[in-house]
Nanobody, 121 residues
Framework: QVQLVESGGGLVQPGGSLRLSCAASGSIFSLNAMGWYRQAPGKERELVAT???????NYADSVKGRFTISRDNAKNTVYLQMNSLKPEDTAVYYCNAGIVLLSGLRTKDYWGQGTQVTVSS
C-alpha cells in the first residue's frame, strides 16, 4: 500500500506565498520523477512543475520565476514553494510520483488526493 499525502494549501491574498508538501509512504523502494499538477474549476488538469530524482526541473511557463519545486529523497517528499501568487493560480493542486515498489521492483504512477489553493483578496 502506497500513499501520497499533500499538505499546505489554503487561502492567501494576491502576492502572497504558500508552500505545498507531498509525502510518500508505504512499500516504496525508490521514487522516480515527482511533480505537481493543478486543476481549476471547469478546466483540465495541467502540469505545474516536475523534478527528477537527480533534481532536474521543468516548469509551466505560467509559473516560471514564481514557483520552485524541490525534493528530499531521504524523506520521500516533494515540495512546491509558491511566491507572488495570483488569482489565476487558484486550483486544486495534486502531487504525482513514479514509485518503484518493494514488491517485484515494479514502477507505478501514484496521485495524491489534492489540496485546495485559493488566491483572493
Amino acid at each position: 500500500q502506497v500513499q501520497l499525502v499533500e499538505s499546505g494549501g489554503g487561502l492567501v491574498q494576491p502576492g502572497g506565498s504558500l508552500r505545498l508538501s507531498c509525502a510518500a509512504s508505504g512499500s516504496i523502494f525508490s521514487l522516480n520523477a515527482m511533480g505537481w499538477y493543478r486543476q481549476a474549476p471547469g478546466k483540465e488538469r495541467e502540469l505545474v512543475a516536475t523534478i527528477t530524482r537527480g533534481r532536474s526541473t521543468n516548469y509551466a511557463d505560467s509559473v516560471k520565476g514564481r514557483f520552485t519545486i524541490s525534493r528530499d529523497n531521504a524523506k520521500n517528499t516533494v515540495y512546491l514553494q509558491m511566491n507572488s501568487l495570483k488569482p489565476e493560480d487558484t486550483a486544486v493542486y495534486y502531487c504525482n510520483a513514479g514509485i518503484v515498489l518493494l514488491s517485484g521492483l515494479r514502477t507505478k504512477d501514484y496521485w495524491g488526493q489534492g489540496t485546495q489553493v485559493t488566491v483572493s483578496s
